[in-house]
């Protein structure tokens, strides 16, 4: 990531709207702030009631319990430098070593180890959770020839269903897959949902699994995988609001953007139309599309091709003397395709991270709604409830009442990467890279885990700081 030098006295007056109140377009602000200084007008319009998208915390029988996204990849510097920046760097926590696991065929399996997004490494890596027939076509897999065009892309369930079967598809890659994109195998393509394979097959792999062992990022003993928040996201998403020292405006719908020969407007649905120097668009997909169409209409036409998920989550809190018995000292559970439950993924938060226990409360988190699944979600909320408590009593045997319980709904909160995301992508950002004074930022575009996000509302603020500072000196020359 490129960070351009400190600002100077030109831009100080400087005026940027950014649209979006998620971890994106936050990000962005505060960016903005930092490279323009004290006197620069940011201006953030969301059209929810709240900042933070889909981070959410809320309290749970007495702690803060994240029901938006829940942890990060470490291995990205983006969340611990912020952090650092914000004075936030105490806020780090991670997972305790307890393994998860995966429900497959009725019971539990340990995750198959050295695989990527459950794509095996060996047929050693899958063995305990598929059948004898499913073992043998792993097996013989790097016996077959393989036809891979470099820089081609495929969905994901397609390579894998074709090279290893059905079975690997819904017991091991289906069920990591949900959990992070709330997708399914054949709704995300390699390319952008398994990048490292997509770059090892390109690179000469001989055949999916040679892929998958290449790709395996190697091991590193002491070394966590993920962090999260003590307090969880609204700690990070508070700081990056007072850091930012914007005007927020909740509540409030953008409803167009364009630009003419005094510089970027804005219209709203309450306020009318405001002017800027410049613009970021830091909003899911078809609100991009919608507000592209007549600035950048190529990168709207891209932008449409990405659809959304919706999903749920439910957090429930126990008295720990009642259920910590029946609960196995796992991270969690991922379900497989085709097993009868309702959730895709279960939690045992209080188990993975140390500073959700320790007071008696054994918090749990369930995760529901695959993308294509819609119907399953539209019941209400007590019915969820209803359906998340069946399955831990066929699980693991819970029948106690909880002390508390939440069920948070996320509407179209994910985009899916389908077959040609990366394509969308550069084309979305060589369309709005020709339009001065806008930029783009998101989770549809390079990730949807927060590093990637915060990344891509830093790029977006650079972006338009160039623009601004570019505009101010040739003011300045003029005057001269």
Not at 14 to 41: D, E, K, M, N, Y
Not at 91 to 103: C, M, T
Not at 440 to 460: E, F, K, N, Q
């Amino acid at each position: 990531m490129t960070t351009p030098s400190a600002p100077s006295t030109h831009h100080g007056s400087a005026s940027v709207a950014v649209v979006g109140a998620g971890i994106s377009g936050l990000a962005a602000a505060q960016r903005l702030r930092t490279l323009l200084g004290p006197r620069a007008q940011i201006t953030v319009l969301e059209q929810s009631a709240r900042i933070g998208g889909v981070l959410r915390t809320v309290e749970l029988a007495g702690r803060g319990f994240d029901v938006g996204a829940e942890a990060f990849l470490t291995r990205r510097p983006e969340v611990p430098a912020l952090l650092a920046e914000l004075g936030l760097a105490e806020q780090l926590v991670h997972p305790a070593a307890v393994p998860a696991s995966v429900l497959a065929g009725g019971r539990p399996h340990g995750l198959p180890p050295r695989s990527v997004m459950g794509i095996p490494s060996s047929v050693d890596s899958v063995r305990g959770l598929l059948s004898d027939d499913a073992l043998r076509q792993v097996a013989a897999e790097p016996e077959r020839p393989l036809r891979w065009e470099p820089g081609s892309d495929v969905a994901v369930g397609q390579l894998v269903r074709e090279r290893l079967g059905a079975e690997v598809v819904a017991r091991s890659v289906d069920p990591l897959l949900g959990g992070v994109y709330s997708g399914s195998a054949d709704s995300l393509g390699l390319r952008a949902a398994v990048p490292a394979v997509a770059a090892a097959l390109d690179a000469g792999a001989p055949s999916l699994t040679a892929a998958a062992a290449q790709a395996a990022p190697q091991p590193q003993p002491g070394v966590p995988v993920f962090g999260a928040l003590r307090e969880g996201y609204t700690s990070l998403l508070e700081a990056l609001r007072e850091a930012a020292a914007a005007r927020l405006r909740t509540g409030c719908t953008v409803t167009a953007v364009g630009t003419d020969a005094t510089g970027w407007w804005v219209d709203t649905a309450d306020a009318g139309r405001e002017r800027f120097d410049a613009v970021v668009l830091a909003v899911p997909a078809p609100a991009a599309r919608r507000l592209l169409t007549d600035v950048a209409p190529r990168a709207a036409h891209a932008a449409a091709g990405i659809p959304l998920a919706s999903c749920v989550v439910v957090g429930l809190a126990y008295d720990g003397e009642q259920v910590d018995a029946q609960l196995p000292p796992t991270s969690g559970l991922l379900v497989a395709t085709g097993e009868a439950l309702h959730a895709k993924a279960f939690t045992h938060s209080s188990r993975k991270w140390p500073h959700l226990g320790g007071d008696g409360v054994l918090r749990l988190r369930a995760s529901l709604g695959r993308y294509g699944d819609a119907a399953a979600l539209q019941v209400d909320d007590a019915t969820l409830l209803a359906q998340v408590r069946a399955d831990l009593e066929q699980v693991h045997g819970i029948t106690a009442v909880p002390l508390g319980a939440v069920v948070q709904r996320w509407g179209g909160g994910l985009p899916q990467y389908g077959p040609g995301h990366l394509d969308r992508v550069a084309e979305i950002e060589d369309a709005v890279a020709a339009v001065a004074g806008l930029a783009v930022a998101g989770s549809m575009l390079h990730g949807v885990g927060v590093p990637a996000c915060i990344a891509t509302g830093r790029a977006a603020a650079e972006r338009v700081v160039q623009h601004v500072t570019t505009c101010a000196e040739g003011s300045t020359a003029v005057a001269r």
